[in-house]
């Protein structure tokens, strides 16, 4: 009976650490561009602390949400977030909050990354598009 | 080969890839200089001057457009560059003058009979080509970017150095020229 | 009609007006004769100007043609126009202004090791551009909190060569 207690209390912490260990993470494809136009589709960004951070780090007038994931990736495990047709991010939980990220962009891998994802703070990966504008994923943790 | 393929050898200097892409595109290349200058010899001197270009630009294909598409903004550009030698050096026209002041494309009549209705393309090909040479350079330009370029008012502008304004009416003077033109050739084979 | 209102007519035509604008022609052209048969004139036109511009073909044989290109390349090699060739990438485009004495800046390597108002290098994050083709620069702001890795494709940066061709000229 001991022993049975003790395996229960025994898979009780391994599924509590296992749930600890897990990461939820948000991640936002967004597009930059001068470009005021009534062809864009898509909303701007909506977080405002967020916009307000792209627009004065960056030097584009407008930044437009394409994309929003949500993913969950166990400890030491990799998740998958198609951002778009040609951008997936393979991105794998190492603990601790700290990603590995591979970029792929039209199939190639582009970069490998490790980051550190403190809580409500957010990663990005970017890079300039056709006619002056920019493409950037950014990436945080969410949740507790 | 693809286009691509001889654009990529292109660029590393493989002269017989970039020939293999003149051969392709050359007729179009200049077929769009000639409906702009509308002389023989003048057309072919800029699309070679295109094609010089082409070889010299290359690295700033990024393959957003077609490759032609790609030559024939080069060539559209240069053949806007001699066309404004050209104002420089030749009087106004009458057109030209209406224009400015503005008005008489407003008292043309409105054609109400289709004027291209039972012709065969081949026929109402020679008469758009005959109806075009009858525009001043300006308004053949303007038509040619918009209807045969499909380029939008602002990209017009851009190109064409002037206002949104401006294109627009010259485009309107012409349409409405094009339409007179088009009805009076009919008429002219039913007589 | 008044000028103003024929422009438009024609505008509407070509799809370049939106939102109320191409509404309320789209009204008038129903309710108005003189509206409805100019925007038919126009239409009619543009129909028969797409797909029928009159071909032509180059006046000159393959060779000959061809012989003037090479022959014009090759002088203007000789007299020193270089094929335009891109400029190293400067990483500093991608920032709104933020106050700094920009001349003197070195690119790249030189700009990581830089610490400005805002950004400082972080000593954690690692980042490694996977293909020849691309290069990176990684930042951290302190304000935002936020990490940025940009990814600069190198066969597509924009051309600082003083022979370079107005990027108008091209599309």
Same mark, same amino acid.
């Given at each position: 009976m001991m022993s049975r207690a003790a395996l229960i209390f025994g898979l009780f912490i391994a599924m509590m650490s296992a749930r600890a260990a897990d990461m939820q993470l948000e991640a936002k494809l967004i597009w930059g561009s001068n470009d005021v136009t009534n062809k864009v589709k898509h909303a701007v960004v909506q977080d405002p602390k967020l916009s307000a951070d792209l627009h004065r780090i960056f030097k584009w007038s407008n930044y437009y949400e394409i994309t929003d994931k949500d993913l969950k990736i166990p400890d030491n495990k990799t998740g998958i977030l198609q951002m778009s047709e040609k951008c997936k991010l393979e991105v794998k939980n190492?603990?601790?909050?700290?990603?590995?990220?591979?970029?792929?962009?039209?199939?190639?891998?582009?970069s490998k990354g490790k980051h550190s994802l403190a809580p409500g703070k957010w990663v990005t990966l970017a890079g300039s598009d056709k006619n002056n504008t920019a493409w950037f994923v950014v990436m945080r943790t969410v949740g507790k | 080969m693809s286009d691509q393929d001889l654009v990529t050898s292109s660029r590393k200097g493989d002269m017989v890839a970039f020939e293999e892409l003149v051969a392709r595109h050359r007729d179009k290349i200049y077929a769009r200089a000639f409906s702009m200058m509308r002389n023989e010899d003048e057309a072919l001197d800029l699309s070679q001057e295109a094609w010089v270009k082409g070889w010299q630009r290359l690295i700033q294909f990024q393959g957003d457009s077609s490759f032609v598409t790609w030559m024939t903004r080069i060539v559209i550009n240069l053949c806007l560059d001699q066309l404004r030698k050209h104002k420089r050096q030749r009087a106004e026209s009458i057109e030209m003058m209406d224009e400015e002041t503005g008005g008489v494309e407003r008292q043309m009549p409105v054609v109400t009979v289709n004027p291209t209705e039972g012709l065969e393309r081949g026929e109402l090909r020679q008469r758009?080509?005959?109806a075009l040479a009858q525009l001043s350079h300006e308004h053949r330009t303007v038509l040619v970017l918009h209807e045969f370029e499909e380029l939008e008012y602002k990209e017009i502008a851009k190109r064409m150095k002037c206002s949104i304004g401006t294109v627009m009416s010259r485009l309107f003077y012409a349409r409405r020229r094009m339409a007179s033109l088009l009805q009076g050739l009919k008429r002219e084979q039913k007589e | 009609m008044n000028d103003e209102l024929t422009i438009k007519i024609q505008a509407w035509v070509d799809g370049e007006l939106s939102g109320w604008q191409a509404r309320g022609i789209a009204k008038l052209v129903e309710r108005d004769a003189e509206a409805k048969a100019l925007a038919t004139e126009l239409r009619q036109t543009k129909a028969a100007l797409a797909q029928n511009e009159m071909t032509v073909a180059v006046p000159e044989l393959r060779e000959f043609y061809w012989n003037k290109i090479r022959l014009q390349i090759e002088r203007e090699e000789a007299s020193g126009t270089k094929r335009v060739s891109p400029a190293p990438w400067n990483p500093l485009s991608i920032f709104r202004s933020i106050g700094l004495p920009l001349a003197g800046l070195a690119v790249a390597a030189a700009v990581a090791t830089v610490t400005l108002n805002q950004f400082s290098v972080p000593g954690y994050?690692?980042?490694?551009?996977?293909?020849?083709?691309m290069s990176t620069l990684t930042f951290h702001d302190q304000s935002a909190g936020m990490t940025?890795?940009?990814? @600069? %494709?190198?066969?597509?940066?924009?051309? @600082? %060569?003083e022979n370079s061709v107005d990027s108008d000229d091209v599309i």
């Open positions: 190492l603990g601790k909050n700290w990603i590995e990220v591979n970029c792929i962009g039209n199939g190639k891998q582009v | 758009i080509d005959r | 994050d690692e980042v490694t551009a996977t293909s020849d083709e940025v890795v940009w990814l @600069q %494709d190198n066969t597509d940066q924009p051309v @600082q %060569d």
